[in-house]
């Protein structure tokens, strides 16, 4: 029984293709994250959203639009891609996002490449 | 000053020791703090969460967090060549959360 859920593993693109990626997670929890991780392996949110409704948008290009249809699910869309978009996206879900329920759990990423 | 900061390592310890992470962060309103394990090519993984100072102990791993001196560490006792791997530091301030560069961590047999 997977938690937390990404498809697809791999994605493999042109420049200027739009993509997305689907995240699912059964714990039921309210409050899902994206995440980007680069090539040095550093780790940075991109955005959050607690029972559907957006929390967190860091500042990330407007090219990126998360969609959250139900607080089961967060997908990301990529629209015109660039090379720079290359690195591993992460989902990761938690209870919520304040006091002590906040621990999240990541799905095991999705690796894009831009060619 | 980057919001959380690690030693990037490499660390290594022999088998069978202590190895000991370090981590500071900036903000002191921050609230929660998050060790997290990742293997190459996998995904974090939470080891601990600490929320009040002090120390908390869950089977080889130790966390301890340090309010007033913006710190929290995790210690690793009886290392083991499969603790071999990157640990990220992770904090909580409010809706933000700031992850760490991480720690390579070997553990040599």
């Known amino acids: 029984d997977t938690a937390v859920s990404q498809t697809p593993k791999y994605l493999v693109t042109q420049m200027g293709n739009d993509k997305s990626i689907k995240c699912e997670q059964n714990l039921g929890h309210d409050t899902m994250y994206w995440y980007k991780q680069d090539s040095k392996k550093f780790l940075k949110i991109m955005f959050s959203y607690n029972n559907k409704e957006l929390i967190i948008n860091e500042t990330v290009p407007n090219r990126f639009s998360p969609k959250s249809p139900d607080k089961a699910h967060l997908n990301l869309h990529i629209n015109s891609l660039e090379l720079g978009d290359s690195a591993v996206y992460f989902c990761?879900?938690?209870?919520?996002?304040?006091?002590?329920?906040?621990?999240?759990?990541f799905g095991p990423g999705t690796r894009l490449t831009v060619l | 000053q980057k919001e959380v900061e690690q030693n990037s390592g490499p660390l290594s310890v022999p088998e069978g020791a202590i190895a000991s992470l370090n981590c500071t962060y900036s903000d002191r309103v921050s609230q929660s703090f998050f060790w997290y394990r990742q293997y190459s090519g996998k995904s974090p993984e939470l080891i601990m969460s600490?929320?009040?100072?002090g120390d908390k102990e869950d089977g080889r791993f130790t966390a301890q967090l340090n309010k007033a001196s913006q710190y929290v560490s995790l210690l690793i006792r009886d290392s083991q060549p499969s603790d071999s791997a990157t640990y990220l530091c992770a904090v909580n301030t409010g809706n933000q959360f700031y992850f760490g560069t991480g720690t390579s961590l070997t553990v040599i047999p």
């Open positions: 600490i929320y009040s100072n």
């Open positions: 990761a879900s938690s209870r919520a996002i304040g006091g002590t329920y906040n621990e999240q759990f």
